[in-house]
């Protein structure tokens, strides 16, 4: 199976990389120094930020190497997300989505402070969507200035999650528990799912179908963008479902009590997979195009070594 997926969390506070084939666990990064909250890819790396660091680390897939870093954020890295040649964090205190420019992680620019603590991001059509606490709105960022453009209604509560599917945002979070579907052409209000039944932590994308985790009910649900119905949903994942990705034919759930990465066939929401234990709350997931390639004495060499020119080391 083609592409990695990636997880991120508390207590081992590295990231892991997974082989989707089977679930295992083929590397991982060096300590981050703290807990990882926010994990992104973009092109060829992994970007992942988090508590104490506050810093962006430039990850090298074929080994999972520290490539570079950004300057601090100037509190916790909540979220991260990619668009162009950039990657933007979101966080705590400093409160702003800042732009970082991944050929040297240099700070490009900044947005204005969104009031509250920033937990998600996402992109979509040139723009850059943030959400988060206290001012409970979905703001639209034009990446060029970091302004703010416009924003959505207010949420009714902590946002927690924002995904893209086609020509819609999705947000998720607290006190409403619902998934609210946003047009970002004027940031209304187009609809929105059922009660989740707990606060949704995590949102993702795959074919034509959204995806919304979290607590108290903690199972995946798969959303019909169509009429924003839930179509089917997951086993229970036995503890609040904080991470959502999504790569090829498969759903990938992470979070707390479990600690452990489960693939979904998305079908019929049947668990398929499962990781080792990640040694701590999973906070975040994401996957790359990027195949891990195994060495395996001399004669994998030449192929090790195409894995690193493939994911631009050498090149």
């Not at 979290?214 to 959303?223: D, F, N």
């Not at 195009?289 to 994998?300: A, H, I, Q, R």
């Amino acid at each position: 199976m083609a592409g990695t997926v990636y997880a991120c969390g508390f207590t081992t506070k590295k990231v892991f990389q997974y082989d989707p084939s089977d679930m295992s666990k083929v590397a991982e990064s060096v300590d981050y120094g703290g807990d990882v909250i926010g994990l992104t890819t973009l092109d060829n790396y992994v970007y992942a930020g988090g508590y104490t660091t506050q810093k962006v680390w430039q990850i090298d897939p074929t080994d999972m190497s520290k490539v570079a870093e950004s300057p601090d954020y100037g509190g916790a890295i909540r979220m991260l997300t990619a668009l162009g040649d950039y990657v933007y964090a979101g966080g705590v205190t400093t409160k702003k989505v800042i732009q970082y420019d991944t050929s040297d992680m240099s700070k490009v620019a900044e947005s204005p402070d969104y009031g509250g603590t920033i937990f998600a991001l996402t992109a979509l059509g040139g723009y850059i969507y943030a959400g988060g606490y206290l001012t409970q709105k979905v703001w639209q960022i034009d990446p060029s200035d970091m302004f703010e453009i416009t924003e959505s209604p207010d949420y009714g509560g902590s946002i927690r999650a924002l995904t893209a599917l086609g020509s819609y945002i999705y947000a998720g979070g607290y006190t409403p528990h619902k998934v609210w579907q946003i047009d970002p052409t004027d940031m209304s209000k187009v609809a929105e799912s059922a009660d989740y039944g707990g606060n949704i932590l995590a949102l993702t994308a795959l074919g034509s179908y959204v995806y919304a985790g979290g607590y108290t009910t903690e199972k995946v649900w798969q959303i019909d963008p169509s009429d924003m119905s839930k179509v089917a949903e997951s086993p229970d994942y036995g503890g609040g479902v904080i991470g959502l990705t999504a790569l090829g034919s498969y759903v990938y759930a992470g979070g707390e009590v479990i600690h452990k990465v489960f693939q979904y066939d998305p079908s019929d929401m049947s668990k398929v997979a499962e990781s080792p234990d990640y040694g701590g709350s999973i906070r975040g997931l994401t996957r790359s195009d990027y195949t891990y390639t195994p060495v395996v004495g001399l004669e994998n060499k030449s192929g090790n070594i195409a894995a690193k020119m493939m994911a631009g080391k050498l090149i």
